[in-house]
Nanobody
Framework: QVQLVESGGGLVQAGGSLRLSCAAS????????MGWFRQAPGKEREFIAA???????YYADSVQGRFTISRDNAKATADLQMNSLKPEDTAIYYC????????????????WGQGTQVTVSS
């Protein structure tokens, strides 16, 4: 088992920035692809970004150029830097871990954090 805990959410004005962090437990962090997802009220959870063991990245078109995913294997963390935030970015953001190849479908992720709320005001 691996536990994931997100932090860094909050309220920010449109155009502002936030940095989310995901802390992972255990000794197997480097064995997993790490991903970030988000879920807005009344909508399904959607893929945002993923990063593999060699720091190759994969982004959804909606955040490409604005968000950056990174990982620190020594600290067992995966971060999401969010710039140029828009009101439509408002959602609960979830960290996830996958044993598979870098990919977006949520069905491929085995472990999930509890989520952290991001609210972007206009």
């Amino acid at each position: 088992q691996v536990q994931l805990v997100e932090s860094g959410g909050g309220l920010v004005q449109a155009g502002g920035s936030l940095r989310l962090s995901c802390a992972a437990s255990g000794r197997t962090f480097t064995s997993y692809v790490m991903g970030w997802f988000r879920q807005a009220p009344g909508k399904e959870r959607e893929f945002i970004a993923a990063i593999n063991w060699s720091s190759s990245t994969y982004y959804a078109d909606s955040v490409q150029g604005r968000f950056t995913i990174s990982r620190d294997n020594a600290k067992a963390t995966a971060d999401l830097q969010m710039n140029s935030l828009k009101p439509e970015d408002t959602a609960i953001y979830y960290c996830a871990a996958s044993r598979g190849t870098i990919a977006g479908p949520k069905r491929l992720y085995d472990y999930w954090g509890q989520g952290t709320q991001v609210t972007v005001s206009s």
